[in-house]
């Protein structure tokens, strides 16, 4: 079951003026981040991103196809004693998914597909 989490204040100024709402939850072992996105934007940054910029190591990242055969990109992030795993994936409401910010981004923009589109990342303490 999933808990509602606060976002921080920095996520919160962050976040000022994103095309669409952004959600914290937790189901007890799993940090997610949910964000809804009305319009095609670059202020979606992939996860990679937003973990380097908050001074994580992150190493190379890798597609991995979950139970449901959906696709995920993951990684591992690292910074002094905290260590996690985390996967994200884009999708539209006719079940169109993604893997990568940018690929979506193109088809969301050229309207190959339509929005909103909901942006899963879900992340794992690894320590």
């Not at 939850?25 to 799993?30: A, S, V, W």
């Not at 190493?59 to 795993?85: H, L, Y």
Request: proline share 4%; hydrophobic share 40%.
């Amino acid at each position: 079951m999933l808990s509602a989490l606060p976002l921080s204040a920095r996520e919160s100024a962050f976040l000022a003026g994103f095309p669409g709402a952004v959600a914290r939850f937790t189901d007890g072992e799993r940090d997610i981040v949910m964000r809804w996105v009305t319009q095609p934007t670059r202020r979606l940054h992939p996860a990679e991103d937003c973990y380097r910029g908050l001074g994580y190591t992150v190493d190379t990242s890798r597609i991995v196809t979950d139970a449901d055969r959906a696709r995920w990109r993951c990684f591992k992030a690292s910074r002094k004693q905290d260590a996690r795993e985390v996967c994200e994936q884009l999708q539209d409401q006719e079940g169109g998914r993604w893997t990568d910010v940018s690929a979506w981004y193109w088809a969301a923009l050229l309207q190959q597909s339509n929005g909103p589109w909901l942006v899963t990342t879900a992340s794992i303490d690894r320590r």
